[in-house]
């Protein structure tokens, strides 16, 4: 069989959302299973389908752990998504960093004028 192209692979939402639940960590397949069951409403053998197509194509890889399947991503197979966005991040990354500085901005102005009621009122609460 030949390997999909990463945008097939994530091109399902289900398959999607369990990158994204292996994002935060390893979890065992049943926990997966539960997790895509409740928001997908599929049956487990379907789960187990999804999680098999992103073992087979490297989004995903499995240990086993007593009687356990222990799942985690792969972010090897992520890296050719990485690639084709990399000539389109001018398009955000100016944008982040404007947002960066107005955070930063908003940050400071917010220190300033907390120390300068923080002034004023120890000030004033001298004077009784």
Known sequence: MLPMHAFEILSDPVRRRIVELLADGEQAAGELGGVIQGEFGISQP????????????????????????????DAAALQPVDDWLAPYRRFWNQRLDALGTEVARGKRTRRASTSTSTSTSDSEGGTT
Do not use: D
Request: charged content about 20%; aromatic content about 8%.
């Open 46 to 73: 379907a789960v187990s389908q999804h999680l098999r197509v992103l073992r087979e194509n490297g989004f995903a890889t499995v240990r086993a752990s007593g009687a356990r399947r222990l799942y985690a991503v």
